[in-house]
């Protein structure tokens, strides 16, 4: 079967967006302020909703996608912590809704109520709630501020609470940012970017897998401007004395392969092992265009990762599948109940 | 002849960073306050500390590099206004005196008494002394508060005084931020790469190069994320309506080759057009060691483009010198005053 990691609810009926508005015209006029968190969304509604999703992974090839709520819109930064608690909750139950309602083809993923400055123990409850109803990882933000980079580093002690809670439950992060309200740094252009790029940095510079060696990231974009950068990082990380980045960093952080071009994808499989690429197409995501020089969707990532030459079987099973089930266990187990048993572990092949 | 774009003074004396200790002394006690900027670096002392740089010329094969002061070192947003000029003079008179000490071997480009907050305009005193000195272009900082983005984007009028003197005076600037103050963001592994990216995005958003379309940018460090996220810019492009990105942005857009892999030069390769690669080495720069898996320094980058499968001769010719003259046009005119003829222009080839 062929996993897409990474697609976000980029298709909201509009009574999402309307409570939205309430929730923050609120802020300004108590009056405003949304009765109840009942969207009045049905669940005919919600499916209507996903069917460009459904349609694209029909018409690209892929089977199951995992499922969060819009990236731009955590904005995590807006507002203040009450509200915030209320949207993630409102966010990532449509999520589940729909999850439930197509089982085969989404698998959920949730935001958390990070606030700039707020302890990042107060998104533990969400967390609990999250793998009580079934979601297989979270998306983790590292600047909550939105584009100002004021929180620390995600080596730094602040994480922890959330880092024991994620271990423990087996849930994995995908390092994701969400919209910038920094004029400078635009959100799908240069913040998602940036915010990949300089996550792995933070990682290189700390030990942080040592004191969590089951600590799963994905970094998304395909790791930014990581491997483009690869001895870069390697030449770093050597000048700081640190471990290979194979063994210190490559077995708890995972790239996901939402590069929009071939010579992107080309040069990811040249650099990372292929144990650490999981395929994603963030479809319905940042690029909605078809390349005039492909004459196919941008994202359409699939295409890319089908051209690769010199990928063998058991490779390929590792990006589209294999990867995936072992990176969130929670979607592995949910497979297997439901008669999708994954492959015997393979020896590791040489990329 | 071979030009290195991107060389920083990365091997300064010891007295240089003494004075700047005692400036920044004299911040919290005035009686520390160096007395005079006089530093008492000998022109003997001045080529002692660029005997590496010169041995890496000979060994790696490279003529000429474009040399500028420390980018971390510039620290625009250390201090106040005041001593960031005194600083930036300081720190511009030294790469002057060594490219008048050693012509052959390098040409000056200067920095800016850029500050956070301050107009730009306050920055055209010292380009115009850099141009009486006979520098050949300039780094400009997009974000001057070090890691934080609180500048307006470089579409935005706030820079328009100091890309009007550019033009007039045919100062290309290279885009570089300084040192990061931000302990989320590393400098040379996090915020360097996010400069580039994100000053690229943010003149695809805009339409700079229709007010100003003799200006011209360097953007280090290979674009940063840019050439690997390649069909991600040109779907955003074409999602926001803009021109192909040959027509918005690269005709003025330059990208070097600081990139230290062998499978990233590749990649820029394929995707840049090469009228628009600039061969650079940010040598003693950012990662100074031996890449184990080729037995050769990371920063080695001609060796990287010398690789280059398919680059015919018009090509290798543009990458190591032709482009550099072109976009440092007054490099051009001092190489042809001292006798080093530029190619006469020839048709632009495929990539």
Same mark, same amino acid.
């Given at each position: 079967?062929?996993?897409?990691?990474?697609?976000?609810?980029?298709?909201?009926?509009?009574? !999402?967006?309307?409570?939205?508005?309430?929730? !923050?015209?609120?802020?300004?006029?108590?009056?405003?302020?949304?009765?109840?968190?009942?969207?009045?969304?049905?669940?005919?509604? !919600?499916?209507?909703?996903?069917?460009?999703?459904?349609?694209?992974?029909?018409?690209?090839?892929?089977?199951?996608?995992?499922?969060?709520?819009?990236?731009?819109?955590?904005?995590?930064?807006?507002?203040?912590?009450?509200i915030g608690r209320d949207w993630c909750r409102v966010s990532n139950d449509l999520i589940h809704r729909i999850c439930a309602l197509l089982p085969e083809n989404f698998a959920a993923v949730g935001q958390l109520p990070q606030f700039p400055g707020a302890p990042i123990d107060n998104c533990i409850p969400e967390l609990e709630r999250l793998v009580g109803l079934g979601f297989v990882g979270i998306n983790l933000n590292p600047d909550p501020s939105g584009g100002y980079w004021k929180s620390p580093p !995600?080596?730094?002690?602040?994480?922890?609470?959330?880092?024991?809670?994620?271990?423990?439950?087996?849930?994995?992060?995908?390092?994701?940012?969400?919209?910038?309200?920094?004029?400078?740094?635009?959100?799908?252009?240069?913040?998602?970017?940036?915010?990949?790029?300089?996550?792995?940095?933070?990682?290189?510079?700390?030990?942080?897998?040592?004191?969590?060696?089951?600590?799963?990231?994905?970094?998304?974009?395909?790791?930014?401007?990581?491997?483009?950068?690869?001895?870069?990082?390697?030449?770093?990380?050597?000048?700081?004395?640190?471990?290979?980045?194979?063994?210190h960093l490559l077995k708890n952080v995972f790239f996901d392969t939402c590069v929009y071009h071939l010579p992107g994808i080309e040069l990811m499989a040249k650099v990372i092992p292929v144990d650490n690429i999981l395929f994603a197409s963030e479809m319905l995501g940042a690029v909605k265009g078809i390349d005039p020089e492909t004459a196919h969707h941008y994202d359409d990532t699939k295409r890319y990762v089908d051209q690769l030459k010199g990928l063998d079987e058991a490779s390929r099973y590792k990006i589209f599948e294999g990867n995936a089930r072992r990176v969130y266990p929670r979607l592995d187990a949910q497979l297997a109940k439901r008669g999708h048993a994954a492959r015997k572990a393979v020896a590791k092949e040489p990329t």
């Open positions: 079967m062929i996993i897409d990691i990474h697609g976000h609810y980029t298709t909201e009926p509009g009574q !999402l967006h309307t409570f939205r508005d309430k929730q !923050l015209a609120g802020l300004a006029d108590a009056g405003r302020k949304p009765a109840t968190a009942e969207l009045g969304i049905t669940d005919e509604q !919600l499916v209507a909703s996903v069917q460009p999703q459904l349609k694209f992974q029909r018409e690209r090839g892929s089977d199951l996608t995992i499922f969060s709520p819009r990236a731009s819109g955590m904005g995590h930064h807006v507002g203040n912590e009450a !995600l080596t730094d002690r602040y994480w922890y609470p959330i880092y024991e809670k994620m271990v423990e439950w087996q849930m994995p992060a995908m390092i994701h940012v969400t919209g910038s309200c920094n004029p400078a740094v635009h959100f799908t252009g240069a913040h998602y970017i940036n915010g990949d790029t300089t996550a792995f940095m933070q990682l290189l510079q700390g030990n942080l897998f040592k004191d969590f060696p089951e600590l799963k990231f994905v970094i998304p974009h395909g790791g930014g401007a990581v491997p483009f950068h690869w001895g870069r990082y390697r030449g770093i990380a050597q000048d700081m004395k640190k471990p290979l980045l194979g063994e």
